[in-house]
């Protein structure tokens, strides 16, 4: 997998070992990122889920400040290392290895704040309302930022709290755009 546009474009990334992760596939990232460019420079992001960190690479590349990197599994951790070493981001990016909800809460504490939120849990992840529950309640979303849900198109939804902006659907991957409901 490669990085596809900006300044580490063409770089490869390690994605994590076992079949336990599922990448985004190129064109789908590449069409994500026509989608939000205008909200990349800058921005503050978080990768949740972040199995290779492909979302969070790719926009620290386009031009984002910084990426926190969230994922529980030791080989997605791995390599989210590895892929920050081999692209010398140490001083942007962040890796806090543990479950969601955990990395949410230290967030929280932590009175962290995000611009644009990459989400991309396992297909078959049930705990979605809590998730986005959990994420409003943290108000760790900027009042304009922007969260990008990764899913199966049988999981379509409007959580409570948020505004659906914009959907898109590639073959089993539909990708939905989400802001705050005060903000749709």
Do not use: W
Not at 28 to 49: C, M, T
Not at 92 to 114: E, I, K, V
């Amino acid at each position: 997998m490669r990085i596809i546009a900006g300044t580490h474009r063409g770089r490869i990334l390690l994605s994590p070992k076992g079949d336990h992760t599922r990448p985004t596939r190129g064109r789908i990232r590449e069409s994500i990122f026509n989608i939000i460019q205008n909200k990349i420079s800058g921005a503050a992001v978080l990768d949740l889920f972040a199995g290779s960190g492909a979302m969070g690479f790719e926009a620290l590349s386009r031009g984002a400040k910084s990426a926190v990197f969230v994922d529980n599994a030791r080989p997605a951790r791995d390599a989210l290392l590895k892929n920050i070493h081999s692209l010398q981001m140490t001083d942007q990016a962040g890796l806090l290895c543990m479950d969601y909800t955990n990395a949410l809460h230290r967030l929280h504490c932590q009175m962290r704040r995000f611009d644009l939120l990459f989400v991309d849990p396992p297909y078959d992840f049930s705990n979605r309302i809590a998730l986005f529950e959990q994420i409003r309640k943290s108000r760790m979303m900027n009042s304009d930022a922007l969260l990008v849900y990764e899913h199966s198109p049988r999981c379509v939804f409007e959580p409570e709290g948020f505004g659906l902006i914009d959907a898109r659907a590639y073959g089993e991957t539909f990708v939905s755009f989400y802001k705050l409901a005060s903000e749709a």
